[in-house]
């Protein structure tokens, strides 16, 4: 399983922006493909630093829900509502995989 961590620079005027294009990726992702973990936008410290989180099986499987993403209609929609509204400054992609499996369990506090 890979996991990709997208860090967005946002506008911080356009929070509002974002998490409306994070809902949207909401229901396109998980319908596409991936399992989405979730869009996390600005709360406390940088005002202009969001991130969005998703696993995906594998690079070949990544390029397939790409191809789907791109068809999906609310995919196309919440694309050209971030070139319209322009609140996204910056977008990088890092890929990376678990390796600290298996996790042990949680200790309840006395």
Not at 15 to 35: H, K, L, M, S, V
Not at 51 to 59: A, D, K, M, R, S
Not at 70 to 89: M, T, V, Y
């Amino acid at each position: 399983m890979l996991t990709c961590f997208i860090r967005y620079h946002i506008d911080p005027t356009k929070t509002e922006q974002f998490a409306e294009y994070a809902r949207n990726w909401g229901q396109a992702i998980p319908r596409c493909g991936a399992d989405l973990i979730g869009y996390f936008a600005p709360h406390e410290g940088s005002s202009t630093l969001a991130y969005g989180v998703y696993n995906i099986p594998n690079l070949a499987e990544y390029e397939a829900y790409r191809l789907r993403l791109a068809a999906d209609p609310l995919g196309q929609e919440n694309c050209e509502f971030a070139q319209r509204e322009k609140f996204l400054l910056r977008e990088d992609r890092t890929w990376v995989k678990c390796v600290s499996t298996p996790h042990g369990k949680k200790h309840a506090l006395e």
